[in-house]
Nanobody, 122 residues
Framework: QVQLVESGGGLVQAGGSLRVSCAAS????????MGWFRQAPGKEREFVAT????????YYADSVKGRFTISRDNAKNTVHLQMNSLKPEDTAVYYC???????????????WGQGTQVTVSS
């Protein structure tokens, strides 16, 4: 089993940067692909980015491609999402999730964190 705890959310002005992190417990973290999803008020949860267990493969939603970077450190059981050039439409609760399969679909992910709020002001 994997437990996930996000951190690093907050309030930032449009055009600014923020890094959210996810700390995982458990010895098998390196076996899991990790994903970031987000949910804005009144909207469905959507895929943001995912990274393979080795870090060798990454995928991004078109809306964040070129602005966000996902990375992981298996020695520290952490995954990060560096967000640059933030826009008001990036405002959402950001969730990290773990899956044995690399996927952009949330239903594939077995474990979820509690989420961290990111608010981008205009």
């Amino acid at each position: 089993q994997v437990q996930l705890v996000e951190s690093g959310g907050g309030l930032v002005q449009a055009g600014g940067s923020l890094r959210v992190s996810c700390a995982a417990s458990g010895r098998t973290f390196s076996k899991y692909a990790m994903g970031w999803f987000r949910q804005a008020p009144g909207k469905e949860r959507e895929f943001v980015a995912t990274i393979s267990w080795s870090g060798g493969n990454t995928y991004y939603a078109d809306s964040v491609k070129g602005r966000f970077t996902i990375s992981r450190d298996n020695a520290k059981n952490t995954v990060h999402l560096q967000m640059n050039s933030l826009k008001p439409e990036d405002t959402a609760v950001y969730y990290c999730a773990a899956s044995l399969d690399l996927s952009v679909y949330d239903y594939v992910y077995d474990y979820w964190g509690q989420g961290t709020q990111v608010t981008v002001s205009s």
